[in-house]
């Protein structure tokens, strides 16, 4: 039992990991872009938020029991980043407010729903026949949070070098990488045009 938990524990944080599935490393970016090191703890509810979302989605559909077009989800996964770095590029560095945060985290938990979506396909292949799917996809979840926490302590740690080492300012270091992220996920929605 221990064995198959480490099994789909690693799997979870080699998906989210894997250089060739950007589009969620860019996802995780864009969210990281607006925030400095000292608000680490807004980041990991935020990323919580995320990976409940799709971890329903990701259960639902690897159930057969929400089904959705893979056409129109991955269009969406790319658009859910072009949103959120649009987001930081509008937001003033100042507007640190409850009903922001609030608003962060539905969206966060929301564009979770749509990402858990993308990685249906991928976890009912590797499931295969297994009998129960709880404790798998239990452990698959636990795998991709940590990966996108291990991403999160990077993109901080980058950002931390930029601005607190080089002395770069932390609004213009938003802009490039909000408008990087905005930029690439724009090009993969217009590829993934569903119509």
Same mark, same amino acid.
């Given at each position: 039992?221990?064995?198959?938990?480490?099994?789909?524990?690693?799997?979870?944080?080699?998906?989210?990991?894997?250089?060739?599935?950007?589009?969620?490393?860019?996802?995780?970016?864009?969210?990281?872009?607006?925030?400095?090191?000292?608000?680490?703890?807004?980041?990991?509810?935020?990323? /919580?938020?995320?990976?409940?979302?799709?971890?329903?989605?990701?259960?639902?559909? /690897?159930?057969?029991?929400?089904?959705?077009?893979?056409?129109?989800?991955?269009?969406?996964?790319?658009?859910?980043?072009?949103?959120?770095?649009?987001?930081?590029?509008?937001? *003033?560095?100042?507007?640190? *407010?409850?009903?922001?945060?609030?608003? *962060?985290?539905?969206?966060?938990?929301?564009?979770?729903?749509?990402?858990?979506?993308?990685?249906?396909?991928?976890?009912?292949?590797?499931?295969?026949?297994?009998?129960?799917?709880?404790?798998?996809?239990?452990?698959?979840?636990?795998?991709?949070?940590?990966?996108?926490?291990?991403?999160?302590?990077?993109?901080?740690?980058?950002?931390?070098?930029?601005? /607190?080492?080089? *002395?770069?300012?932390?609004?213009?270091?938003?802009?490039?990488?909000?408008?990087? /992220?905005?930029?690439?996920?724009?090009?993969?929605?217009?590829?993934?045009?569903?119509?």
């Amino acid at each position: 039992m221990g064995s198959e938990f480490q099994v789909f524990l690693r799997l979870g944080f080699e998906h989210i990991a894997d250089i060739a599935g950007y589009d969620h490393i860019l996802f995780i970016i864009a969210l990281c872009a607006v925030y400095r090191i000292n608000q680490w703890k807004h980041l990991v509810v935020l990323i /919580t938020a995320f990976t409940i979302g799709h971890s329903i989605t990701l259960a639902l559909a /690897t159930l057969n029991v929400l089904q959705v077009n893979d056409t129109w989800v991955e269009f969406l996964i790319p658009v859910t980043i072009f949103l959120t770095s649009l987001f930081n590029i509008w937001e *003033k560095p100042s507007s640190e *407010k409850r009903l922001l945060y609030r608003l *962060k985290y539905g969206l966060a938990l929301g564009f979770g729903l749509i990402h858990g979506l993308g990685f249906s396909n991928y976890l009912r292949a590797l499931l295969g026949a297994e009998e129960g799917i709880t404790f798998p996809l239990f452990a698959f979840n636990i795998g991709l949070e940590v990966g996108q926490l291990v991403i999160l302590a990077l993109v901080l740690g980058v950002t931390f070098l930029i601005t /607190t080492v080089l *002395k770069q300012p932390h609004r213009d270091w938003n802009l490039i990488l909000s408008g990087a /992220t905005a930029g690439i996920s724009l090009v993969m929605a217009l590829e993934r045009l569903p119509f």
